[in-house]
Nanobody, 125 residues
Framework: EVQVVESGGDSVQAGGSLRLSCAASGFTWDDYSIGWFRQAPGKEREGVSCRASRDGSIYYADSVKGRFTISSDNTKSTVYLQMNDLKPEDTAVYYC??????????????????WGQGTQVTVSS
């Protein structure tokens, strides 16, 4: 069974950092495009970052560019989202995803088939 499980969500002060982790089972990261979405209360779900499996290119939403970094450790089948200089508007449930479209040129993340259960990130001012 293909699964991803997130961890690392927490409550932090603005300006702080967190690292989210996503552990995969049933597949290897190189086989799929991987990424992170987030959803804040009352807001639409937003694609935050992804890495395309085809060429390894990486997409970041404008709202996180320069502050967030996506990376992976294939030996551990784990994907990370390093989040620095966090802002209250980063408060959301963050979801790890795999097997979908990641287009840097189009600035698009869509049609992901594998979703984690989500981890809460809360940033206070």
């Amino acid at each position: 069974e293909v699964q991803v499980v997130e961890s690392g969500g927490d409550s932090v002060q603005a300006g702080g950092s967190l690292r989210l982790s996503c552990a995969a089972s049933g597949f290897t990261w190189d086989d799929y495009s991987i990424g992170w979405f987030r959803q804040a209360p009352g807001k639409e779900r937003e694609g935050v970052s992804c890495r395309a499996s085809r060429d390894g290119s990486i997409y970041y939403a404008d709202s996180v560019k320069g502050r967030f970094t996506i990376s992976s450790d294939n030996t551990k089948s784990t994907v990370y989202l390093q989040m620095n200089d966090l802002k209250p508007e980063d408060t959301a449930v963050y979801y790890c995803v795999a097997d979908g479209l990641c287009s840097v040129t189009a600035g698009l993340m869509s049609d992901y088939d594998v979703w984690g259960q989500g981890t809460q990130v809360t940033v206070s001012s």
